[in-house]
């Protein structure tokens, strides 16, 4: 990938739109695609992850979603999401063209432990992650972030806005997420497609500048 396209023009110029600016109906890849990417959304337990592919999603996501009984209840932690009826068993997936060549295929991942044993395969041949953490309780997403760096995926947070969110400096949620300094922090809030897609972009920037940096350490090598 040589450069970030604009969220401005997240499909390409001419296609039929719904109102929310995705294309209705299309399932066919663009003409001009040249670069297919596999993304993974990952996040805790009723972060936002499904509501983001939704509303990115230039194709009819598709979801795996059951309702929660209370069966579930010994082991899904339902602190700070207690009006959640539903979780993802499965898999999110959504794709959105940026820039008519480039096209994300997002995976959406279940946030429960239970479902940890389905990483590997969703993971894999990802070429990056968008990690969405909730303000509210940032120590839910600490195994998630680790689960994402053990398996050396490139990645980017962004903290997914709730009416209720506490709103901390950038200095400190780095500092309780434990960040490098150059991993992207972004907010957004994932019922906005334009700040969803902002978010995206904030990582397939971060993996653009990743990779002509490996590029250049090549050459001079």
């Given at each position: 990938?040589?450069?970030?396209?604009?969220?401005?023009?997240p499909?390409?110029?001419?296609?039929?739109?719904?109102?929310?600016?995705v294309r209705?109906?299309?399932?066919?890849?663009?003409?001009?695609?040249?670069?297919?990417?596999?993304?993974?959304?990952?996040?805790?337990?009723?972060?936002?992850?499904?509501?983001?592919?939704?509303?990115?999603?230039?194709?009819r996501?598709?979801?795996?979603?059951?309702?929660?009984?209370?069966a579930s209840?010994?082991?899904?932690?339902?602190?700070?999401?207690?009006?959640?009826?539903?979780?993802?068993?499965?898999?999110?997936?959504?794709?959105?063209?940026?820039?008519?060549?480039?096209?994300?295929?997002?995976?959406?991942t279940?946030?429960?432990?239970?479902?940890?044993?389905?990483?590997?395969?969703?993971?894999?041949?990802?070429?990056?992650a968008?990690?969405?953490?909730?303000?509210?309780?940032?120590?839910?997403?600490?195994?998630?972030?680790?689960?994402?760096?053990?398996?050396?995926?490139?990645?980017?947070?962004?903290?997914?806005?709730?009416?209720?969110?506490?709103?901390?400096?950038?200095?400190?949620?780095r500092?309780?997420?434990?960040?490098?300094?150059?991993?992207?922090?972004?907010?957004?809030?994932?019922?906005?497609?334009?700040?969803?897609?902002?978010?995206?972009?904030?990582?397939?920037?971060?993996?653009?500048?990743?990779?002509?940096r490996?590029?250049?350490?090549?050459?001079?090598?």
């Amino acid at each position: 990938m040589a450069s970030a396209p604009s969220s401005s023009e997240p499909v390409p110029a001419g296609s039929r739109t719904d109102d929310r600016g995705v294309r209705a109906g299309e399932l066919h890849l663009p003409a001009a695609a040249r670069e297919l990417v596999k993304i993974v959304v990952v996040g805790p337990f009723g972060v936002g992850k499904t509501t983001l592919i939704d509303s990115v999603s230039e194709i009819r996501p598709l979801h795996t979603e059951e309702h929660l009984t209370q069966a579930s209840t010994a082991v899904d932690d339902l602190d700070g999401v207690r009006d959640k009826k539903t979780t993802t068993v499965a898999i999110d997936f959504g794709r959105i063209t940026l820039g008519g060549e480039t096209v994300l295929y997002l995976f959406g991942t279940p946030g429960q432990e239970r479902f940890r044993a389905l990483w590997a395969d969703i993971a894999y041949g990802a070429l990056g992650a968008l990690v969405l953490v909730d303000s509210r309780r940032l120590d839910a997403s600490f195994d998630v972030l680790g689960l994402v760096e053990e398996s050396g995926l490139t990645y980017a947070v962004a903290v997914n806005t709730f009416p209720d969110s506490r709103h901390y400096p950038e200095e400190q949620l780095r500092e309780s997420l434990d960040l490098a300094p150059d991993t992207p922090l972004v907010e957004c809030d994932a019922r906005d497609r334009n700040s969803s897609v902002d978010a995206l972009l904030a990582l397939v920037e971060h993996l653009i500048d990743l990779n002509a940096r490996a590029v250049a350490g090549e050459v001079r090598s």
